[in-house]
């Protein structure tokens, strides 16, 4: 069963809310769309009541509270470090805080967050994680994530290849991470951008899991096919993907979007677990 809307008006026995963080700031994306369909599908398959609320939060600069189940918030375009010290940033960050606070006084009532893309980018920048710089030129097209060794047994990758298959799209990225900090707070690394034996250049960080309740991708784990397909064919990004990596490459993508063990492997893998992982205290019914 599914309730979608800002707004949930309908009192639900034992059902799961999720808000949907929307960073996108009005720029047209796919994202947002596969979002809501991943929490739709959980929902029919779960069996379980399934709500979700969706947040404008850098255009309205609106903001859920605390008491969601789970939380994802999305990609989005531009600077992430021209957001500093915002009105709208400072509320995601004291939402951020309190959802910190809620986990350390109820340990075994945790809320997960997920942060995909611009908002790994802030959290990362926010928290000091990592240095957020701007990229040479754009990456964006369907890559191979290679896992770290704690990426392999990471309850959300761990039943991927190693590489594994991710939709990449970014101007900026995460170099630098203070491991030091993230395992303090008793995460790791798990996962660093392809492999590239002719540039000079570190490898960016394209996941952390934080702690227990927070993960974060730089790529789009929410990304599917048909999507893709789509930004691939526009011409602008198709001379793009040529100019960066020539018409074989480009083509290859297309291809890789018809393999079912690539990006729509990944699509089915990260978010649905995240839920499963999310939600299993607070649904019986729900198993990891």
């Known amino acids: ?10 009192p639900l026995k034992e ?3 999720i808000a949907i963080l929307d960073l996108y700031n009005g720029a047209p994306n796919e994202g947002m769309r596969c979002i809501r369909e991943i929490v739709e599908k959980f929902g029919v398959e779960s069996q379980v009541p399934t709500r979700y609320s969706v947040f404008d939060v850098r255009g309205k600069e609106e903001m859920p509270d605390v008491g ?13 470090s021209e957001s500093a010290g915002s009105s709208w940033e400072n509320r995601y960050f004291r939402l951020m805080e309190a959802i910190k606070a809620h986990n350390h006084e109820y340990v075994d009532n945790r809320k997960h967050v997920l942060l995909i893309c611009h908002s790994f980018q802030l959290f ?14 754009t990456s964006f097209g369907v890559m191979p994530g290679h896992k770290t060794p704690e990426g392999h047994t990471d309850p959300l990758l761990e039943s991927l290849d190693d590489p594994f298959w991710i939709v990449d799209s970014r101007e900026y990225q995460i170099t630098q991470p203070d491991e030091s900090r993230i395992l303090r707070e008793g995460g790791s690394i798990l996962c660093l951008e ?3 034996p002719h540039v000079d250049l570190e490898r960016a960080v394209m996941a952390i899991r934080f702690d227990e309740a927070f993960f974060g991708t730089q790529f789009h784990p929410e990304a599917d096919a048909g999507g893709m397909r789509m ?19 480009y083509l290859q993508m297309l291809d890789y979007l018809d393999d079912p063990e690539k990006i729509m492997l990944t699509h089915d893998t990260i978010v649905p677990r995240f839920l499963n992982r999310a939600l299993k205290h607070r649904i019986p019914a729900i198993s990891q």
Request: proline letters at 3%; a positive charge.
């Open 68 to 80: 969601y189940d789970a939380y994802i918030s999305s990609g989005g375009p531009g600077d992430p």
């Open 194 to 196: 392809k492999i590239r």
């Open 231 to 249: 930004y691939l064919l526009r011409k602008d990004k198709k001379e793009d993907v040529i100019g960066k990596y020539g018409e074989e490459k």
């Open 124 to 137: 990362c920048r926010h928290y000091e994680y990592g240095e957020v710089s701007k990229r040479r030129s």
């Open 15 to 17: 059902s799961i809310h």
């Open 1 to 10: 069963m599914f309730v979608g809307g800002k707004k949930a008006d309908i």
